[in-house]
Antibody, heavy 121, light 107 residues
């Protein structure tokens, strides 16, 4: 069965970086892109960007450019999302989600369980 | 960026009720719209893609409609398992954006 297994909860200080992983199984890794979406406590969903698992190409919204890096390791079917210069308002649950790779856009049909990142001094 | 506006923000309904949630886009997104359901402490789950395509394992009491800038999610007869928060999402144009959510609570 399809699974996106994320790394565990993290506590970081302001100004630090965090790297969250998302390991895929149950499907062909490079047939799907991986997106990252975060959710602050009690708030809605915010899209953070995506990575083409085949080419490694990325797309980040302007809000996160310069502070976010998504990478993948095709040998272990894993995607990483690193967010730097952490601020208190980066405290959130970070989800990875997959999108079928195709010539047209597709929805996020499967999500990881989320990884809580807490920024605290 | 395309703004997605859901209404209402909160709904109080009873089991068996028919429910409609509206999502409006600030510009046309054709049919590139998805609906997700999220329960507390859980990841969102896909319900509907391309505005009206029901995911294979989602009950048929859920349906979606619309195109362009106005979309609806309808639950024909609420079941106890349906109480949750619902989000629409446009995937027409980067950055992808979500509605603010509609919280459906038991009356």
């Amino acid at each position: 069965q399809v699974q996106l297994v994320q790394s565990g909860a993290e506590v970081k200080k302001p100004g630090a970086s965090v790297k969250v992983s998302c390991k895929a199984s149950g499907y062909t890794f490079t047939n799907y892109y991986i997106h990252w979406v975060r959710q602050a406590p009690g708030q809605g969903l915010e899209w953070m960007g995506w990575i083409n698992t085949n080419s490694g190409g990325t797309n980040y919204p302007e809000k996160f450019q310069g502070r976010i890096t998504m990478t993948r390791d095709t040998s272990i079917d894993t995607v990483y999302m690193e967010l730097s210069s952490l601020r208190f308002d980066d405290t959130a649950t970070y989800y990875c989600a997959r999108e079928k790779a195709a010539a047209v856009p597709n929805e996020f049909d499967h999500w990881g369980l989320g990884a809580l990142v807490t920024v605290s001094s | 960026d395309i703004q997605m506006t859901q209404s209402p923000s909160t709904l109080s309904r009873s089991v068996g009720d028919r429910v409609t949630i509206t999502c409006r886009a600030s510009q046309s997104i054709s049919s590139w719209l998805a609906w997700y359901q999220q329960k507390p402490g859980k990841a969102p789950k896909l319900l509907i893609s391309k505005a009206s395509n029901l995911k294979w394992d989602v009950p048929s009491r859920f349906s979606g409609s619309g195109s362009g800038t106005e979309f609806t999610l309808t639950i024909s007869s609420l079941q106890p398992d349906d109480f949750a928060t619902f989000y629409c999402q446009q995937y027409s144009t980067y950055p992808y954006t979500f509605g603010q959510g509609t919280y459906l609570e038991i009356k």
